[in-house]
Nanobody
């Protein structure tokens, strides 16, 4: 019912920047929270940044001051601007959206397929 497609991943040198984008489409009434998670090899998926529909943001301590999350409610897009990238930022990055679908009164969480970010030292 909700499809999320990420783009913008790739290979970058340490200190560089990347901008991830995620487009939500499908049959839904409204998207509430959106966010970005990441999963490195051998590690659990972790929250990177989240943003409410009203624009309130939350960041993992490891990315504060370097990453910025934003969204376009009209287009149902969410972005992650990543600056001063470090090798430890290397991971598959997933976007998520909490969407109200059909007659449901509580949102369901949907995930994108992930995009690889690799930071070389």
């Amino acid at each position: 019912q909700v499809q999320l497609v990420e783009s913008g991943g790739g290979l970058v040198q340490a200190g560089g920047s990347l901008r991830l984008s995620c487009a939500a489409s499908g049959n839904f009434f409204r998207i509430n929270g959106m966010g970005w998670y990441r999963q490195a090899p051998g590690k659990q998926r972790e929250l990177v940044a989240a943003i409410t529909r009203g624009g309130n943001t939350n960041y993992a301590d490891s990315v504060k001051g370097r990453f910025t999350i934003s969204r376009d409610n009209a287009k149902n897009w969410v972005y992650l601007q990543m600056n001063s990238l470090k090798p430890e930022d290397t991971a598959v990055y997933y976007c998520n959206a909490d969407a109200i679908v059909g007659v449901a009164t509580t949102p369901l969480r949907y995930w994108g397929q992930g995009t690889q970010v690799t930071v070389s030292s």
